[in-house]
């Protein structure tokens, strides 16, 4: 009864490292989500896939990439790391049915700090 | 675009006050409407939804009606607990585009004995 799993749950880099922040759900869903959360600003799209094969970018994509490596998995990453990029991350998934929103299923999130 | 607007937090309450966060909403179309809570060190959690005008969502004591007329997505508890102690989110999912959330910035409810 896994649901959505990120790793890692904690992270510091220096200023222009790289990394990659994985993340796999096990409830079959086909849209998976990357959000970041910043103190009063709530919870922000970074990117999303709504299908296994496709990626968008949602309302803060820049300094990020994304792969949909499979149904399964979605990795977000950080080719250069900035200060500005401190924050928690969570992963998310979802079943679209058509004109019906179902809900979200989050990760534990993981916590990045850009020293 | 969608955006949602909630009260600031935090509010303070004490153990069996009655609770509302307000949450209006901007969208096009008919969205579905959340709200997630999120207890410390931890992810989002479904805390209950609305998908139509006039639904009413509910759990764990809390509700919410969907209100298109005023755009709004009230959550509301008749007596709060310690235990509810926890960063409450208003979102909402609208149509096409793969079905994401756009979130409220989060209201931090604290209960005290």
């Known amino acids: 009864n896994a649901g959505v799993t990120q790793t890692p749950k904690f992270q510091v880099l220096k200023t222009g490292q790289s990394m990659t922040l994985q993340c796999a759900q096990d409830m079959n869903h086909n849209s998976m989500y990357w959000y970041r959360q910043d103190p009063g600003m709530g919870l922000r799209l970074i990117y999303y896939?709504?299908?296994?094969?496709?990626?968008d970018k949602g309302e803060v994509p820049n300094g990020y990439n994304v792969s949909r490596l499979n149904k399964r998995e979605f990795s977000l990453r950080l080719e250069s790391a900035a200060p500005s990029q401190t924050s928690v991350y969570f992963c998310?998934?979802?079943?679209?049915?058509?004109?019906?929103?179902?809900?979200?299923?989050f990760g534990q999130g993981t916590r990045l700090t850009v020293v | 675009g969608n955006s949602v607007t909630q009260m600031e937090g935090p509010v303070t309450l004490s153990e069996e006050a009655f609770l509302t966060i307000n949450c209006t909403y901007t969208a096009t179309g008919y969205p579905s409407l959340f709200w997630y809570v999120q207890y410390p060190g931890e992810g989002l959690q479904l805390l209950l939804k609305a998908t139509k005008a006039d639904d009413k969502g509910s759990n764990k004591g809390f509700e919410a009606t969907y209100r298109k007329e005023t755009t709004s997505f009230h959550l509301e508890k008749g007596s709060v607990q310690v235990s509810d102690s926890a960063v409450y989110f208003c979102?909402?999912?609208?149509?096409?585009?793969?079905?994401?959330?756009?979130f409220g910035t989060g209201t931090q409810l604290k209960v005290e004995l």
């Open positions: 998310a998934s979802s079943e679209f049915r058509g004109a019906l929103n179902t809900e979200a299923f």
């Open positions: 896939s709504a299908s296994e094969g496709t990626t």
């Open positions: 979102a909402l999912s609208g149509t096409g585009g793969g079905n994401k959330l756009t």
